[in-house]
């Protein structure tokens, strides 16, 4: 996972839903399937968090 790079480059999200509804992205994947493996990964921790992959929204950056 990493944080660096434009945003078509990464355009897949997960994030962590906890019980009181706060939101914390966990990481940025080129694909959806990797990013669902990874979300897959997490939930089998057992934890009470809900992890979701949604596609990234926000604009394009330019260099």
Same mark, same amino acid.
């Given at each position: 996972? =990493? #944080?660096? +790079?434009?945003?078509? =480059?990464?355009?897949?999200? /997960?994030v962590r839903e906890d019980d009181n509804g706060n939101r914390y992205r966990v990481g940025r *994947?080129? =694909?959806?399937?990797?990013?669902? $493996?990874?979300? #897959?990964?997490?939930? !089998?921790? +057992?934890?009470? $968090?809900? *992890? /979701?992959?949604?596609?990234? =929204? !926000?604009?394009?950056?330019?260099?």
């Amino acid at each position: 996972m =990493t #944080d660096s +790079g434009p945003e078509p =480059t990464l355009p897949w999200l /997960v994030v962590r839903e906890d019980d009181n509804g706060n939101r914390y992205r966990v990481g940025r *994947y080129a =694909t959806k399937t990797e990013a669902e $493996q990874v979300a #897959d990964r997490l939930h !089998a921790r +057992g934890a009470c $968090q809900l *992890y /979701v992959v949604e596609r990234s =929204t !926000a604009p394009r950056r330019t260099a």
